[in-house]
């Protein structure tokens, strides 16, 4: 009886409305990697990380903090993004902090980063176990500040905001050649990476190769002509950028092979063949470089009438910039068999059965002519017979981490690769599930790659994260088959039983228009669902468009309420008659009927009728500065006009703003009475005050019956 009733009033509380969670997102970890034998602080950014997400560095070695603490947002702005750059959607992730250490034994390479909350689970962003000294970058806005190195070393940086450079400075000597190379796109950022190095004025010595040395994502080779100091530039090859930019820069004296000749190919115990000279007998391995321009290899081979022989390229997945074709003809020249690769893979393995005994002549090209090099690097396999493939299966999956809703359901993909002579069905399950969660069993037909086997937490499954083994038994005859699904190869795959939201901010389309420099406030009305405790409001981490500068506060609702105005402040600068279309998000701590446990929950939404839409219109106040350049030496007095529009009045505070990381510089507040228009903002600098690498702003604010009514302008101080 007592079960029944308890069932009954969780079931209760699940007919509440309820939104399926926020899950988080992983956008980047930095610095993202650290030296064996160190420990380093890190930011983990990421969309919904609040309260404190459960963190996860995978691999051996390695030791981490077992929850990311909240941590301040770093956020540059950059230049104005203009329409209709700005009108597309934009991620703003919130930063944590926490810590990696690393033994001095830890296998070197990447491991994947993970986080969990009672909305979900998220992994992606990797995080690079090296060997060298490392250092990290020291982010500041504005122009690029040049940061010594001193070689070997591994920079950690990020291309943040957009239009960033980053510049690391080093000495090196006549004669020696220095290899710069990043790793970025395989560590999941989205920065595409443009390397080259620039000598002590400033001029181009040397510019991103073409095809990156093996196992990097872009590299630069120079020697340099005459001992001194070089930099080397880090940019986005678009000119974009953002907080989940980041990127390794590895700078070295030491030998940085481009390619590898012959090529590195799993060993397979084929005898390999250098030279295209001599008859050849199979089984072998032919291997080869296409260097010049429309150029081609011949190699003759002696073979067999009827056997049936296996050819296959390997050039693409050792990192050859190859797109192989290879053809096979007679004595006559006639051509009897042509396989091609595409710009990202190798031609399929292919068999050939001769006509007749004889010398074929086998030809390895590019498949486009104005491509070559001596990187154009290839290994052709030819086998006697077809390849002996032990017959069996692989199953995978699409990501490592899953999210399963309580009292719902997810489809999880799984994927099958057969290999040799099997091709029969291939039955998936679930193995070791914990309470309230079931799975499905799935079939994976003959004639089928992939299915989708469904999870279901139930009611009452426990907030929790919990691993997932998925098995396949694959029958082929009497012959019997078994595999683990894995992604990229590591089966240790987890999933998060998530609970759902129970409250949401009300759909309600309002569309008006606001003077920049203000304060708006959108009225908003939300359906708590049964909730009752205390809600926050900020802005989302989520946003249908670019913020452009707007900003927001932390808006606690008290229990109960549920209508209120959120304040979001327009920036002086924005651009007019741009549509702004500002995101909000609700979070609380619920109580979990089912254990007592407070969970963090949120709802975010960027469907339009959930918007703060705001056409910006002319600001009430306007500062301008006698001079748009100084001189940032001793006492500096600064003419400045202030103008109001005709519903404005009120005295006029102006003052100086720096960037944070400019330091020296001090200014007493300007008070411009409500009849008046102009004064003089005197500026002090210290000897050391700087650096300048950004301009300082003047900013005027006018307290006006609606809240503070601002303007800025900036002036650029040279020394």
């Not at 429309?294 to 797109?323: I, V």
């Not at 493939?389 to 199953?395: D, N, Q, V, Y």
């Not at 030496?633 to 003052?655: D, F, H, I, M």
């Amino acid at each position: 009886m007592f079960r029944v009733l308890f069932l009954s009033i969780i079931l209760l509380f699940l007919c509440i409305p309820v939104v399926f969670a926020n899950p988080p997102t992983v956008n980047y970890i930095f610095p993202a990697g650290a030296q064996r034998g160190t420990s380093v602080d890190v930011r983990v950014g990421g969309l919904f990380l609040y309260d404190k997400p459960a963190f996860e560095v995978t691999g051996p070695g390695l030791t981490h903090s077992p929850h990311l603490a909240p941590a301040k947002r770093v956020w540059f702005e950059g230049p104005l993004l203009p329409l209709p750059e700005s009108q597309q959607q934009e991620d703003y992730p919130a930063d944590t902090r926490g810590n990696v250490a690393i033994t001095k034994d830890a296998p070197l390479g990447s491991c994947r980063v993970r986080v969990f909350t009672s909305q979900g689970a998220a992994s992606g962003a990797r995080f690079v176990v090296g060997e060298l000294p490392e250092v990290v970058e020291q982010e500041t806005g504005g122009d690029p500040i040049p940061v010594p190195i001193q070689l070997p070393v591994t920079a950690n940086g990020r291309v943040f905001p957009r239009d960033d450079i980053d510049l690391w400075e080093f000495d090196a000597p006549a004669g020696t050649t220095v290899t710069a190379f990043v790793h970025a796109q395989s560590l999941n950022s989205p920065l595409v990476s443009k390397l080259d190095i620039l000598d002590a004025k400033g001029t181009v010595v040397a510019e991103q190769m073409l095809h990156p040395c093996i196992g990097t994502d872009g590299s630069v080779k120079f020697t340099p002509k005459v001992t001194g100091r070089y930099r080397v530039r880090v940019t986005d090859a678009r000119a974009l950028g953002g907080p989940a930019f980041v990127y390794r820069l590895t700078v070295t004296t030491e030998n940085v092979p481009e390619f590898h000749y012959p090529l590195r190919a799993k060993p397979d115990g084929l005898k390999d063949a250098l030279g295209t000279s001599d008859v050849l007998r199979t089984p072998i391995a032919l291997n080869g470089q296409i260097e010049h321009a429309g150029s081609a290899n011949e190699w003759k081979l002696d073979l067999k009438k009827a056997a049936n022989y296996t050819f296959d390229l390997q050039a693409r997945r050792y990192e050859s910039p190859l797109c192989g074709r290879v053809t096979i003809t007679d004595k006559t020249g006639q051509e009897l068999k042509r396989a091609e690769g595409t710009e990202t893979s190798d031609p399929a393995p292919f068999a050939f059965s001769p006509p007749v005994d004889g010398i074929y002549t086998v030809r390895v090209s590019e498949r486009f002519r104005g491509r070559a090099g001596a990187n154009f690097v290839y290994r052709l396999r030819v086998l006697d017979a077809p390849e002996s493939i032990a017959p069996g299966f692989r199953l995978s999956t699409t990501t490592d981490v899953f999210t399963v809703p309580r009292a719902g359901t997810l489809k999880v993909k799984v994927t099958a690769e057969r290999f040799g002579t099997f091709n029969g069905p291939i039955v998936v399950g679930a193995v070791d599930l914990p309470t309230g969660i079931t799975a499905s069993t799935i079939r994976i037909a003959t004639n089928q790659q992939s299915a989708d086997l469904v999870l279901t937490a139930g009611a009452d499954a426990r907030i929790a994260t919990y691993p997932l083994r998925l098995i396949g038994v694959g029958a082929d005859g009497l012959t019997i088959h078994h595999g683990s699904a894995t992604f990229s190869d590591v089966a240790d795959l987890r999933f998060q039983v998530a609970l759902p939201t129970p409250f949401k901010i009300i759909d309600q389309y309002v569309m008006t228009s606001a003077p920049r420099g203000e304060t708006y406030h959108r009225k908003y009305a939300i359906d708590r669902g049964g909730f009752d405790g205390p809600i926050q409001v900020q802005l989302a981490d989520r946003q249908a468009r670019h913020l452009q500068g707007v900003t927001g506060q932390v808006l606690t609702l008290k229990p109960g309420q549920t209508e209120f105005a959120y304040p979001a402040f327009l920036p002086p600068w924005m651009e007019m008659g741009r549509t702004c279309r500002v995101c909000v998000m609700a979070t609380a701590k619920v109580r979990d009927p089912i254990d007592g446990r407070e969970h963090a929950v949120s709802f975010s939404s960027v469907e339009q009728n959930q918007q703060m839409i705001v056409v910006v219109g002319p600001g009430r106040l306007d500062v301008s500065a006698e001079k748009t350049s100084i001189l940032a030496e001793g006492e500096v007095k600064l003419a400045v006009k202030v103008s109001r529009s005709k519903n404005l009045n009120g005295p006029a505070t102006v003052e100086l703003v720096l960037p944070e990381h400019v330091k020296g510089v001090t200014a007493t507040k300007l008070m411009v009475a409500a009849d008046k228009r102009d004064g003089e903002l005197v500026l002090k600098f210290a000897p050391d005050a700087g650096p300048f690498n950004a301009p300082i702003v003047v900013k005027a604010t006018v307290q006006a019956e609606t809240g503070p009514v601002t303007a800025e302008t900036k002036v650029e101080a040279v020394r």
